[in-house]
């Protein structure tokens, strides 16, 4: 199976893996209902069970395995939840940019983004001790705006966008920028999530289903000598019986020499030398458009 865009990973490994938290907790509820979501005690319930009882969990697998992996924090889920931000940093692992609240980049004028996204910012200097390197858009909604701020502030990396399976480089005037792609293929929301009160009505699968699609896709990044980044959500896969069977997977995985786990910012570090060495990392010309596609003059 080819890849056009290999990228030789360090030490000799086969293929490069990060298993992403997305701690998104209770702002999905707030976000999408703000009069009422305060007061809507179920969904804060299942949100909240993904700081206070997944992160430890996932924390303490990690640790008994010698994984340091990479948690996405919306920068409000930060400061409810200081005793998760804690659990994650002692257990020597990233967190990364994922707005201030969950609000969706797309839906925000560019003077709201901006302000909301520094305000988040803020919040990580002041909680871990340094600014973010990386940013996941909510709902992977990334807008070229989003783009341009983040290599104007200097970000390494990106992870909401889908044009590769293997890490590219995005380029624009103004500089360049990692992303570390995602896909729906890779996301637990389609077969774990079932969230009524905003609209997100799907079958919930069997942990075994659910997790296959994505050890699959695992196999494949393997045998192809790529990339695998599921994108998880603490709420979800943190939940007993999934995490079960997840540990389980992981405990087997890390019997080989040859995977690579690690979290998304030292990928990005190797992905970006690998680029500046000249060993063709492949390259995405931004932005994609100038102005709206359309039929009419
Ligand atoms: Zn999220």
């Given at each position: 199976?080819?890849l056009?865009?290999?990228?030789?990973w360090?030490?000799?490994a086969?293929?490069a893996?990060?298993?992403?938290?997305?701690v998104?907790?209770?702002?999905?509820i707030?976000?999408?209902r703000?009069?009422?979501g305060?007061?809507?005690?179920s969904?804060?319930?299942?949100?909240r069970?993904?700081?206070?009882v997944?992160?430890?969990?996932?924390?303490?697998?990690?640790?008994?395995?010698?994984?340091?992996?990479?948690?996405?924090m919306?920068?409000?889920?930060?400061?409810q939840?200081?005793?998760?931000?804690?659990?994650?940093l002692?257990g020597?692992h990233?967190?990364?940019?994922?707005?201030y609240l969950h609000?969706?980049?797309s839906a925000?004028?560019d003077?709201?983004?901006?302000?909301w996204?520094?305000?988040?910012t803020d919040?990580?200097?002041?909680?871990t001790?340094?600014k973010?390197?990386?940013?996941?858009?909510?709902?992977?909604?990334?807008?070229q705006?989003?783009?341009?701020?983040l290599?104007?502030?200097?970000?390494l990396y990106?992870?909401s966008?889908?044009?590769?399976d293997n890490?590219?480089?995005?380029?624009t005037?103004?500089?360049e920028?990692?992303?570390m792609?995602v896909?729906?293929?890779n996301?637990d929301?389609?077969?774990?999530?079932?969230?009524?009160?905003?609209?997100?009505?799907?079958?919930?699968?069997a942990?075994?289903d659910?997790?296959r699609a994505?050890?699959?896709?695992?196999?494949?990044?393997?045998?192809?000598?790529?990339?695998?980044?599921?994108?998880?959500?603490p709420?979800?896969t943190?939940?007993l019986?999934?995490?079960?069977?997840?540990?389980k997977?992981?405990?087997q995985?890390?019997?080989r020499?040859?995977?690579?786990?690690a979290?998304?910012e030292?990928?990005a570090?190797?992905?970006q030398?690998?680029?500046?060495?000249?060993?063709g990392?492949?390259?995405?010309?931004?932005?994609?458009?100038?102005?709206?596609v359309h039929?009419?003059?």
């Open positions: 199976m080819i056009s865009n290999k990228i030789q360090p030490n000799g086969r293929c893996c990060a298993i992403t938290f997305d998104d907790a209770d702002s999905l707030h976000i999408s703000p009069t009422d305060f007061d809507r005690l969904p804060i319930s299942m949100g069970y993904g700081p206070t997944g992160v430890p969990r996932i924390v303490e697998t990690y640790r008994r395995l010698g994984l340091k992996q990479t948690f996405f919306p920068a409000w889920v930060m400061e939840y200081p005793q998760a931000v804690d659990t994650i002692q020597g990233e967190i990364a940019h994922h707005s609000e969706d980049p925000q004028s003077a709201e983004q901006e302000y996204f520094d305000k988040a919040v990580h200097v002041a909680m001790g340094q973010p390197r990386g940013y996941r858009a909510p709902v992977y909604n990334v807008t705006k989003v783009i341009d701020r290599i104007a502030r200097g970000f990106e992870s966008l889908m044009a590769d890490p590219y480089v995005m380029r005037d103004a500089g920028l990692i992303e792609p896909h729906w293929g996301d929301w389609p077969p774990f999530a079932h969230y009524a009160e905003i609209g997100y009505l799907m079958p919930v699968r942990p075994s659910g997790l994505f050890f699959e896709e695992f196999d494949a990044a393997y045998e192809a000598g790529g990339f695998w980044m599921p994108v998880l959500h709420f979800l943190g939940r019986a999934r995490w079960m069977q997840m540990e997977w992981l405990e995985v890390r019997t020499d040859d995977v690579w786990f979290p998304l030292d990928i570090r190797h992905v030398a690998e680029h500046r060495a000249g060993r990392v492949r390259v995405e010309n931004l932005p994609y458009y100038q102005r709206p039929l009419g003059r």
